[in-house]
């Protein structure tokens, strides 16, 4: 499958990214998931590209509610962190099998606390901090989808 290396030397770096994969037409029904250890920049590279997509108003972090809808103009969003999930039948009980049925873009952020339940991600982001400003990020495309978007960043 289709990979791509890079290196944020800066919080403006990753932004540029966000900017790059918001431009592309084929997110709009992705799943895209961003692994990292706390602190890495997950969250961060999110609400980047929420900003990019149009989203207005404050941006919360779902640690706690676990997901967080945004809309975009003509597109729903679901940012997921899945960090303080640890009972499978919440899956049931919050509807998130109907979240993901629906047409629209989902983020999850710690999504290894969700396997078995969710879909294979068509991207999966893994974020590393080199130190507190530079991050190395690897973009993975596990789908056809994931590979489309991952040619088209780098047309």
């Known amino acids: 499958m289709e990979l791509r290396h890079c290196t944020w030397h800066n919080e403006d770096d990753t932004a540029a990214l ?3 994969l918001a431009a592309q037409p084929l997110l ?3 799943f895209i998931t961003l692994h990292g250890d706390l602190g890495a920049g997950k ?3 999110v609400r980047h590209l929420l900003r990019a997509l149009g989203v207005q108003g404050r941006i919360k972090s779902p640690t706690y509610a676990v997901v967080e809808p945004h809309e975009a ?3 729903a969003i679901w940012h ?3 960090y303080r999930f640890d009972d499978p039948r919440e899956w049931e009980d919050a509807g998130f099998r109907d979240i993901f049925a629906a047409p629209g873009l989902k983020l999850a952020e710690w999504p290894e ?3 078995g339940l969710i ?4 991207i999966a982001i893994t974020i590393e901090a080199i130190d507190d400003h530079q991050r190395r990020a690897v973009l993975h ?6 590979c489309g978007l991952l040619q088209g960043m780098n047309a």
């Open 28 to 30: 709009a029904n992705a």
């Open 73 to 75: 103009p003509g597109l």
């Open 141 to 146: 495309a596990h789908t056809p989808l994931g």
């Open 80 to 82: 997921f962190d899945f």
């Open 43 to 45: 969250t961060t590279l």
């Open 113 to 115: 606390k969700a396997v």
């Open 18 to 20: 966000a900017r790059q």
């Open 119 to 122: 879909p294979p991600a068509d």
